[in-house]
């Protein structure tokens, strides 16, 4: 499925323990969000990308992903810079450059680049059950719990049918052109996708109740620490503390 | 029309579904193809219409050999398709709307279409269905009107994926009745040997990723080129 992609493979990332991965990567998420030293940035920012290198994911996919990201990021350069007050440094007709304009984009951009490859280093590689029942041993409330479980659950639904009713199309002929019947067709093929998401999801929950579901995920498997994993734990922790101390000490800003 | 030779197909991360599997259907003749649950069907019906391509063999469709998403396009412009499951083939609100469809996508003008809509789905005798709203149908009545969505794009063959599940017995004679009348050459997957003897000229059995004679003909009688073995499936 579309949404775990990257979960097959054979990477020490893959093969690390799912709590230990949402620890570091909510903690090394935090650190780099809160942080307002270029220093802290740029070290979170090279940081994430060894260790997403490291993941050996398909490069192509893994670009796309990061352009959905960057795309955001574009469009805070497009009004940012112009509208933090702060010391000019260039006139574009009635528009001021501000440095202080560039710097905060820049620190946006390094942080959201970094937070994202962690992210799908992270948590990519793991599957969504794995991440489901690890969150469910870390003591995460289960409401929480849920509300991811079936947000995955519910995306991968309302994918399943727009790929089946796409596909359902292309054997009669199907072609987008830029005309009205293309329109209409496309505008139905969105409302029948919500009616019947909507449906499907509602029989998929129905099912789980039936069978006694309750709100209570219950865990088959348990996650056994190996040696590499307390290793693991250990380097992250080393990481997380160093940007923690280069925050707070003072020196280079 | 439609020649598959020596297709072997498997899906990422998985066995092989079909190895070495042969079929040809010329004009005029009607095929039935039986297998158990999971032997592949479903996939080698795909195969043919180009929503999988093989990772062996060939397919020739009408002639050519359709190797880019471009050359299969125009191919299914002359082959009907029915999904197994009717709910993969319905989109639009309404009945007449989603017959209507594939007319469209062939370049017919809406009047054209239009009558095509009626003459249709009083071919199948469906035509109160055609203001309902698909998504609201019985699950019988879904089958017939995926049905009609083939067959109002008068298709040179029709390929059919167990067109006969989930409908009474009634359904079943009225569908055998309108095949009979108005189709001359098609592909059809069923798990109901009767119908399939009835519908088809010669049955053959997907096994094993190949597809053999089972020595079931159109009468329902075993075929004279070859006696009933002990081994034989029925
Ligand atoms: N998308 C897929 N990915 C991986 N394996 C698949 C996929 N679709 C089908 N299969 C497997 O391929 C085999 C053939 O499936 P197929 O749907 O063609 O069977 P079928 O003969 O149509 O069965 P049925 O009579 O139940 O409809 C099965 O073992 C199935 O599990
Ligand atoms: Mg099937």
């Known amino acids: ?253 | 029309m439609i020649r598959l030779e020596d297709i072997g197909f498997a899906y990422p991360n998985s066995t092989r579904v079909l190895e070495g599997l042969d079929l040809l259907c010329d004009e005029g003749t009607r095929i039935g193809i039986v297998g158990a649950n999971g032997s592949g069907k479903t996939t080698l019906l795909h195969i043919i219409m180009g929503l999988l391509r093989p990772t062996s063999g060939t397919v020739t469709l009408f002639g050519r050999q359709p190797s880019s998403e471009a050359d299969f396009r125009e191919a299914r412009r002359r082959m009907g398709f029915v999904f197994q499951d009717a709910d993969d083939q319905l989109f639009c609100p309404t009945v007449a709307e989603d017959v209507a469809f594939g007319p469209r996508n062939l370049g017919r003008s809406a009047k054209q279409a239009h009558e095509m809509v009626s003459r249709t789905l009083d071919m199948l005798g469906i035509e109160h269905l055609e203001k309902r709203v698909t998504y609201q149908l019985s699950g019988g009545e879904k089958r017939l009107v995926a049905l009609a969505t083939a067959l109002a794009m008068e298709p040179e063959v029709l390929i059919l994926d167990e067109p006969t599940a989930g409908l009474s017995e009634e359904t079943s004679e009225q569908l055998l009745g309108i095949l009979s009348r108005h189709i001359s050459t098609s592909i059809i997957v069923s798990h109901d040997r009767s119908f399939l003897q009835r519908a088809s000229d010669e049955v053959l059995l997907l096994e094993k990723g190949v597809l053999t004679e089972t020595g079931m003909s159109e009468m329902g009688t075993w075929s004279r080129s070859r006696p009933p073995s002990p081994g034989d499936p029925l």
């Open chain 1, 1 to 253: 499925m579309h949404l775990e992609e990257f979960a097959e493979g054979h990477s020490i990332w893959h093969r690390m323990d799912p709590r230990i991965k949402i620890l570091g990567l909510f903690s090394f998420a935090v650190v780099a969000a809160l942080s307002n030293r270029i220093s802290v940035q740029v070290f979170a920012l090279l940081t994430a990308i060894v260790v997403l290198m490291s993941a050996g994911l398909n490069e192509r996919k893994v670009a796309s992903r990061m352009a959905v990201v960057n795309g955001f990021v574009l469009f805070l350069w497009l009004f940012l810079p112009f509208t933090t007050g702060g010391e000019p440094i260039a006139q574009l007709g009635w528009l001021v450059l501000t440095r202080e304009g560039i710097v905060l984009s820049l620190s946006i951009t390094m942080k959201a680049n970094a937070i994202a490859a962690a992210t799908i280093a992270l948590l990519g590689t793991s599957t969504v059950f794995d991440l489901v029942h690890a969150m469910i041993h870390l003591r995460i409330p289960n409401l929480l719990v849920q509300l991811f479980f079936f947000c995955y659950r519910y995306i991968s639904v309302i994918h399943l049918e727009y790929t089946r009713l796409r596909t359902g199309m292309k054997v009669r002929c199907f072609t987008p052109r830029s005309n009205i019947h293309t329109y209409r067709s496309l505008a139905y093929l969105m409302g029948m996708l919500f009616v019947r998401s909507y449906d499907r999801s509602e029989r998929i929950y129905q099912a789980m109740v039936l069978r006694g579901f309750s709100g209570t995920f219950w865990t088959l498997d348990h996650f056994h620490m190996h040696r590499r994993d307390w290793i693991a734990l250990v380097c992250m922790s080393l990481v997380i503390l160093l940007m923690v101390v280069g925050q707070l000490a003072g020196g280079i800003p």
